[in-house]
């Protein structure tokens, strides 16, 4: 399965003066690439905090980042790239939403617009990680709003 391409514009990584041994980081950004759902990744994310302590800037966004990569699987979304100006998202073809969902976004927001036949761009001012990564995750909650309501029947 091809992964999702995420790129928040920050540093994502696990420095080394909190994760000194160069092999331990190598072991730990392939246990983290190979996370498949939101519980592994929390469980490695636990264990990086019981080992090396809270996390630092860099190994959040590295979180994050495979988080969003697990989150927009279902959504189709094959490519995240969000910077403090703009977000775009791109889709494979015909992803599996709703387009009338992508076109009730767009109305809701003035800051969403089309950008191509599988782009979606929010214009928006996200200076930081967590404002970054809080918008696009309630643009992916909006856009997946309706089939959740849909499975709880």
């Known amino acids: 399965a091809a992964t999702t391409e995420i790129n928040l514009h920050l540093p994502a990584l696990l420095p080394d003066d909190y994760c000194p041994d160069v092999h331990e980081r190598l072991v730990l950004y ?3 690439a190979h996370c498949e759902d939101i519980d ?3 469980l490695i994310n636990e264990e990086l ?4 302590g809270l996390l630092p800037d860099a190994a959040q966004a590295l979180i994050e980042t495979h988080r969003l990569r697990i989150e927009s699987v279902p959504l189709g979304i094959h490519k995240i790239d969000a910077g403090p100006e703009a977000i775009i998202l791109h889709f494979v073809p015909n992803p599996p939403i709703d387009s009338q969902q992508i076109l009730m976004l767009i109305q809701r927001n003035r800051n969403c617009k089309l950008a191509g036949p599988d ?3 929010i214009n928006d001012q996200t200076p930081d990680l967590t404002q970054r990564v809080s918008r696009v995750r309630s643009v992916m909650n ?4 309706p089939i959740k309501a849909v499975k709880t029947k």
Do not use: C, N
């Open 30 to 32: 392939k246990r983290l």
């Open 142 to 145: 909006e856009l997946v709003a």
């Open 40 to 42: 592994s990744l929390t």
């Open 49 to 52: 905090i019981d080992r090396f």
């Open 119 to 121: 782009k979606l761009r």
